[in-house]
């Protein structure tokens, strides 16, 4: 009985104390090694910790009638970076963490200040087809989406449409277009917001 009572005493003693310092889980690991790949021209960068709130990020999810929804520890805290050069702020570094086939796969999405896909690179990724998700072909298919334009994923169903780049499987693809869609919802919620 006292061990039943121990256990209970220190998981309510130590919980609030994991919330309090709980910090943001979507960084760089090596900013400047992604960064550099993403932005070759870059002359700065800073991290920004921007909230996003819950309520917006899913209402615009509903708005988009996509077949996926946002867990809420997928919303709140995240870190983004905001690149710039000589001429001032040119785009934005938004890492993302997405479950796949072979794990965790962390994706390094590079976003125009519109919120538009730019380019993107993997921080972490154990899957085999990561590789032949790094081809010009398959960067081609995701390069120009926006929020605007997300339905280029889609099918008319409004399910994660076929891949269509040859040797990209299937499971990668939706775990690309997921990363994406969360990545664009989740920016463009933030970037409304007065100085990020």
């Excluded at 943001?24 to 790949?37: N, Q, T, V, Y």
């Amino acid at each position: 009985m006292k061990v039943a009572v121990s256990i209970i005493l220190s998981f309510v003693l130590f919980m609030p104390v994991q919330n309090s310092f709980a910090v943001a889980f979507c960084s760089l690991r090596d900013p400047l090694l992604h960064i550099k790949e993403l932005y070759p021209s870059y002359s700065n960068f800073y991290a920004s910790v921007v909230d996003v709130n819950i309520i917006e990020a899913t209402m615009s999810l509903n708005q988009y009638k996509l077949p996926f929804f946002l867990h809420p520890k997928e919303v709140g805290k995240h870190t983004v970076y905001f690149i710039e050069d000589e001429s001032g702020r040119i785009g934005i570094v938004h890492p993302r963490s997405e479950f796949g086939k072979w794990g965790v796969i962390e994706i390094v999405w590079s976003l125009s200040l519109e919120g538009e896909i730019l380019d993107y690179r993997f921080q972490r990724c154990r899957d085999p087809a990561c590789k032949d998700a790094l081809s010009g072909p398959v960067k081609e298919l995701f390069k120009g989406i926006s929020l605007g334009n997300l339905s280029r994923l889609f099918n008319v169903e409004g399910n994660i449409a076929a891949a269509t780049a040859e040797g990209l499987n299937q499971d990668m693809f939706e775990t690309m277009v997921k990363s994406a869609t969360k990545t664009l919802i989740l920016t463009n919620s933030f970037l409304g917001q007065a100085n990020p």
